[in-house]
């Protein structure tokens, strides 16, 4: 089973909708999550930290479900600019960050 | 700030011929780290840094050598390239100030815009 678990996709979503990811992760000794975004052909860039309470911002909205091992991405309104590769990223506390394979996401005019 | 930066961009190596993958960062982080993304793959840690004379390995160290000289800078070496070395190499950096490593849930990476390295 592989650390970081994410559904590859693609999501090919209309512009103005409501997607979701989820990523599940296997080491329950895992201490903080992160939503990484790469765009084509460029490195990766933080989008957001997710918390164990949840948080926001804007239009995205992170998730993390300690219980069942899995960290969800909500992105409302989608816009043709949010169009990328989502990276689930989970950090041991220690010097290991793993990350997922990505989540392809297009955003459709 | 220039952030991360890495040179070169792009690179194209015969098989047994070495070359370094320069990396600096100017936000005075003290952790560093080498990554590789293969396509369709997760990125994998080749090495990391925790500050200026200390290295260790990532996940994925074979083939690969780095060193830490100096705070900003943290070069990348391929002795013998291999074709299982061509990939895409990610350079980034952090700041922590928790012991016993990066990946807290305060470090924020900031990767450098990566060089693409094809081995013939």
């Known amino acids: 089973r592989k650390e970081v678990e994410q559904d590859p996709g693609p999501f090919n979503v209309p512009e103005g909708a409501t997607v979701a990811f989820n990523c599940t992760y296997s080491?329950?000794?895992?201490?903080?999550f992160f939503w990484y975004r790469q765009d084509c052909r460029k490195e990766p860039k933080l989008l957001m930290s997710?918390?164990?309470s949840g948080n926001e911002d804007g239009r995205f909205t992170a998730q993390l479900n300690r219980a069942s091992q899995y960290i969800s991405l909500l992105i409302r309104d989608s816009k043709l600019s949010d169009s990328a590769t989502y990276l689930c990223?989970?950090?041991?506390?220690?010097?290991?960050?793993?990350f997922g394979t990505g989540t392809r996401l297009t955003i459709i005019p | 700030n220039a952030g991360v930066t890495q040179t070169p961009k792009f690179r194209i190596l015969k098989i047994g011929q070495s070359m370094t993958l320069q990396c600096a960062q100017d936000?005075?982080?003290?952790?560093m780290y080498w990554y590789r993304q293969d396509p369709g793959m997760g990125l994998k840690l080749i090495y990391y840094?925790?500050?200026?004379?200390?290295?260790d390995k990532g996940e994925v160290p074979n083939g690969y050598n780095v060193s830490r000289s100096t705070t900003e800078d943290f070069p990348l070496r391929l002795e013998l390239a291999a074709p299982s070395q061509t990939s895409v190499y990610f350079c980034?950096?952090?700041?922590?100030?928790?012991?016993?490593?990066?990946?807290?849930?305060?470090?924020?990476?900031?990767f450098g815009p990566g060089t693409r390295l094809t081995v013939l």
């Open positions: 980034a950096s952090s700041y922590s100030s928790a012991s016993g490593g990066p990946g807290g849930s305060t470090d924020t990476q900031y």
């Open positions: 080491n329950s000794a895992s201490q903080s």
């Open positions: 997710v918390y164990s």
């Open positions: 990223v989970v950090s041991f506390g220690n010097e290991k960050l793993t």
């Open positions: 936000m005075n982080h003290n952790y």
């Open positions: 840094s925790v500050g200026a004379g200390i290295t």
